[in-house]
């Protein structure tokens, strides 16, 4: 157990917090979770400033502690808004906190904001510390069943005004019952029983670092039974526990429907093994199938829960204990019965008023329970191995060490198999409506136990009654012999010989010995080995239904055992035969020994020995041939049964005659037939007949010492085998923890050297690619170099090279300017002599006039240009208007809808004042774009006026022909100008531009046509 210093508690205190909206019709709750384990405030006010002024603690050791720190367990604390007139939650935000931070010496609080927090304008925080303190709880009620929490059970309509809270039991002292419910309500009575029949495997709750008491400790039961603590009588061997079935009953007053709910309310009994003050294991019995809905069970007859449940040690989860296999689990046969009262007659007739604290515990020898303890023992027993193994034991059988009631019926036969732990639990029921006051004979029982169960080996039992027993054979049963024989193992797959034996035993055939093949025989890869002394036959007797269920259920397990004389024995594998097989074969049919006609059916194959360890591979084939003979039905109605442990029979000792008188006439009588001698012969006789006696009753003190010597040993030898297994099974899980922690540590090694070449690696190959670098910068650096020396002699032979074409074009300019200065002067010559001469003059009034038409079409060209230009300026700007006037009204609209979402609840002035202010903004927009328009038009006005005149026909009459392509033009001008407009998508055929220019196009047309 851990020490008391040991023992720690971590607590979180969470004190207050800030910044949280005010919320006046909710609560505010922190719920905490650890390692499974779920904590909560108390709810307090959704203020701004809430204080919760609470501490969260957890019990845990220090290993606990250890583990949860190296695996970073996070404690996680979620805050939630309650509503508690709809008892909805609103998660808000959580906060993880690292249990490393936890430290045993005292920390100042810190302020812990909300992550995911639901108020995103609040920044929301919390002041918790977490700090651990050693538990100084002296832990003695730390075994007692703890209440189940209260559940919201569903009252029914006819209990529609009873809250689910008030259905409690109370003691009535006075009328020595518990009254669950109103008074009102509770018409009927109940007794309600709990029985602890048997328990197996109670040493694997043992663990092995724990110390029991010096002495010899006490093991015993505990449950809390409507509030009252109930224990049983202890015993002190876990391996074999001994002791009675005992039964607690309560007597209730209730009805129905309110006992329905309460068992729904407190749906579990927890029942408790324990030592002194500790608990060792616990489990639960459900209680809600005692009463179904709908069910009226009840008023027929008990109604029981029962069975055998499994025992869980403390913490499990915590402890993170490997799960025990089902063979080896510890469990408890537990029997819960609720009946109305009266209903057994002989019950109520021998029922005495009740007792005033109304609980009474009372032993019942069960004897369908003790049959299941036994059973249950024998299963994982061996037997004494007998050298006959043809017995013919019988499967059903039945004695009474006195004569039978007419009342008492036979036993169905369907529970004439060995008895099971629903048979036991039926039988039990029964039991239990027995009166406190029947006791059975514990002889009786001690004789009938080993009849009821059908094996001989356990009939020692039965060895303390009279030897001339007699054990009855139903009717029904059929004489079988079945008889296997292993007959070679072949087709071997592990890479070793193997020095091999092969075991099995089958409970079923009368005996649990073990049956093995002699002597250990050696094989080798591709060969074929035949075993010795492998044939085996059984005779018993059972009925042929219970021999098929028992096949089909069962099969024959073959163990493969390699016997070394350096070490022990080791389990290689186990072959399953499946003996259902036989069944479907063909039946042959011959003659007894006594003429009368017999079945046998045989069934030979080859089945695979697997491995019990690791993967689960074929280790070698096993060829059998396996025979069932039926001799029909059993002749022999009743079997003796005789004592094997005989005491020496007592000496007969013989009275010793007188001898007669002497005769008078003798005179001289012999030495030999004197008185004195005779007296002293039978002296010595009896001397010697009572050391007989005495040696004869040393004899036997002798052989009971070394029978009660004997049954110490083994009773020694099987805890020892008990512990043994135990701590191998441990061993097993720990080698097992073991293995994988190195194979995660060769892992890590593997990674470790694989991360150690990739760095070095990574070392060399920077380091040759910084030397490449640097090898290439240098060889860049002398390339560099070179190349500017180069440059620099071929700019100086380029310098030299133009030094002297500038020497050579000097000296051809010089010449060209002589030369030009020559023809200059020739030139003026000449212009003097042909300016005389009319025809140039008139050749020279044609150039100028040439040039002046070249300069006004290069004004016409940049006019249209500009025209061009402008027309393509103009439609941007309509467009760029547009469009300014699109977002202008998109960001008018989203101002105005986000002014009415933020204006929502002002006063309706308010809201009418913005209206207006923004109507007279929208207004006055409009103003300045009309005027805009209005400039834009009196700039085209400006810029065209010759095409207005040419549109009103005020040019002169002589130039029809022009005015004509005027009027195309202009025509065509105003087309253009009106398509451009409509393109934007700014205007459109109601506006006053266009009906403008469309005016103006219909006077153009209008004139055109007059003129033709």
Not at 654 to 666: G, H, I
Not at 676 to 691: G, T
Not at 803 to 815: A, I, S, V
Request: charged share 30%; with cysteine.
């Amino acid at each position: 157990m851990v020490s008391k210093s040991d023992q720690l508690l971590i607590v979180v205190s969470i004190l207050e917090g800030r910044h949280f909206p005010k919320r006046p019709k909710h609560m505010l709750i922190v719920e905490a979770k650890f390692d499974g384990e779920q904590l909560a405030t108390d709810p307090v006010d959704h203020t701004d400033q809430p204080e919760f002024a609470t501490e969260l603690a957890w019990e845990i050791d220090r290993k606990a502690l250890h583990q949860h720190r190296l695996q970073r367990t996070p404690i996680k604390l979620q805050c939630f808004a309650l509503d508690p007139s709809t008892s909805a939650r609103e998660t808000i935000g959580y906060v993880v906190l690292d249990l490393r931070t936890a430290q045993e010496t005292k920390q100042a609080p810190k302020w812990y904001q909300l992550l995911s927090n639901k108020y995103t304008k609040f920044k929301s925080e919390i002041q918790i510390s977490i700090a651990l303190e050693t538990d100084t709880k002296a832990p003695v009620d730390s075994f007692k069943a703890k209440g189940a929490p209260p559940r919201d059970g569903k009252v029914p309509a006819s209990l529609s005004g009873l809250d689910p809270k008030d259905i409690v039991a109370v003691l009535n002292e006075e009328g020595g019952y518990h009254q669950i419910g109103p008074a009102g309500y509770c018409t009927d009575f109940f007794i309600m029983s709990v029985t602890i029949a048997f328990a197996t495997q109670l040493e694997q709750l043992i663990p092995c670092t724990m110390k029991l008491p010096e002495r010899q400790p006490e093991f015993f039961f505990y449950y809390s039974l409507l509030g009252n603590d109930v224990t049983n009588e202890p015993f002190s061997d876990l391996i074999n526990p001994n002791f009675e079935p005992e039964r607690a009953s309560v007597r209730i007053r209730s009805s129905i429907e309110i006992l329905r709910v309460y068992l729904t309310l407190h749906s579990k009994l927890q029942i408790h093994l324990c030592c002194g003050d500790q608990s060792l294991g616990s489990t639960e019995i459900p209680l809600t199938g005692l009463l179904k809905k709908g069910s009226t069970e009840i008023n027929h007859r008990p109604v029981t829960v029962e069975g055998a449940f499994t025992l869980d040690p403390p913490n499990r989860a915590k402890q993170k204990l490997a799960p025990i296999p089902v063979e080896l689990a510890p469990t408890v046969g537990v029997s819960v019965a609720l009946q109305r009262e009266g209903m057994d007659a002989q019950a109520s007739s021998n029922a005495p008023s009740p007792p005033p604290a109304s609980l009474i515990c009372h032993n019942v020898a069960l004897l369908c329970i003790a049959l299941s303890l036994i059973e249950l023992k024998t299963q994982n027993e061996h037997e004494p191995h007998h050298s006959k193994k043809r017995v013919l034991t019988p499967i059903k059988e039945n004695t009474h060490t006195g004569p039978q009631s007419p009342s008492e019926s036979p036993v169905p036969p369907h529970n004439q198999s060995p008895p099971t732990k629903d048979d036991a639990t039926e039988s039990e029921v029964e039991s239990l409506l027995y009166d406190k006051d029947t006791k059975l004979n514990p002889k009786a029982i001690s004789s009938s136990v080993p009849a009821l169960l059908a094996k001989p080996v356990t009939t020692s039992i039965a060895s303390e009654t009279a030897s001339g027993q007699k054990i009855a054979v139903p009717a029904t049963s059929h004489h079988f012999c079945f008889s296997i024989d292993l007959r070679s193992i072949h087709d071997l797959e592990v890479g070793f010989p193997i020095n091999c034996i092969l075991r099995y035993s089958y409970p079923f055939f009368g005996s649990a010995a073990p049956i093995m093949t002699n002597p250990p025989v050696e094989v080798r890869k591709n060969m074929e080995v035949f075993l010795p002394q492998s044939y085996c036959a059984f005779d018993f007797a059972t009925l042929p239904h219970q021999l098929q269920d028992t096949f089909l259920r069962i099969p024959l397990l073959v163990e493969l055992w390699h016997k070394d004389k350096m070490s022990k024995d080791l389990l290689l594998g186990i072959a399953r035969i499946q003996l259902s097989n036989i069944l479907s074969s063909e039946k042959t049919r011959f003659l007894g020994s006594n003429g009368e006609q017999c079945w046998r059916q045989t069934f030979s194959e080859s089945v695979p020995i697997v491995a019990t360890q690791g993967s689960n591979n074929r280790i070698v084939d096993l060829s059998y041939t396996v025979t069932l003979e039926d001799y029909g039905l059993v002749k022999m109605r009743e079997i003796f049964v005789s004592d094997s442990s005989q005491g020496l029979s007592a000496v007969q000792q013989k009275p010793s005659s007188v001898p007669p008188a002497p005769c008078p006439s003798e005179i001289q009588t012999e030495p030999r037939e004197t008185l004195e001698y005779k007296a002293a012969l039978e002296l010595e006789m009896w001397k010697e007949m009572q050391e007989d006696i005495f040696e004869n009753q040393l004899k036997q003190k002798e052989l009971a010492h070394m029978q009660a010597l004997a049954e110490e040993w083994k009773k020694r030898d099987r805890e020892r085998e008990s512990l043994v297994k135990k701590k191998v099974a441990e061993y097993t899980i720990l080698e097992g923890k073991l293995q994988k922690t190195l194979i995660d540590l060769e892992k890590r090694e593997q990674q470790l050297a694989i991360a150690e070449s990739e760095l070095q690696r990574e070392r060399r190959e920077l380091k040759s690619e910084r030397e490449r670098n640097l090898q290439e910068l240098q060889d860049s650096i002398r390339r560099a170099k070179e190349d500017c020396v180069h440059q620099v002699e071929l700019e100086r032979l380029k310098m030299k090279q133009l030094e002297e074409d500038k020497h050579r074009l000097q000296q051809q300019l010089n010449d060209a300017e002589n030369k030009y200065k020559t023809l200059e002067k020739e030139f003026h010559q000449f212009k003097d002599q042909q300016s005389s001469k009319p025809e140039i003059r008139l050749q020279s009034e044609i150039n100028l006039l040439t040039l002046e038409k070249v300069e006004l079409e290069r004004k016409l060209e940049s006019a249209t240009k500009s025209k061009l230009h402008y027309k393509q300026q103009w439609g941007r700007a309509l467009k760029e208007l547009a469009r300014l006037k699109q977002r202008e009204q998109e960001s008018q609209m989203a101002r105005l809808k986000k002014q009415q979402e933020e204006l929502e609840q002002m006063r309706l002035r308010y809201l009418a004042a913005e209206e207006k202010d923004t109507v007279k903004t929208e207004r006055q927009e409009l103003l300045d774009i009309r005027n805009e328009l209005n400039r834009l038009r009196q700039q085209e006005q400006k810029q065209y006026p010759d095409s207005r005149e040419i549109a009103s026909g005020k040019m002169d009459g002589p130039h029809g022909s022009a005015l004509e392509e005027g009027l195309d033009d202009y025509l065509t001008r105003l087309i253009e100008e009106r398509d451009t407009l409509m393109r934007t998508g700014v205007y459109n055929h109601e506006d006053r531009i266009i009906s403008e220019l469309d005016r103006q196009i219909r006077e153009v047309l209008a004139k055109n046509n007059a003129s033709n």
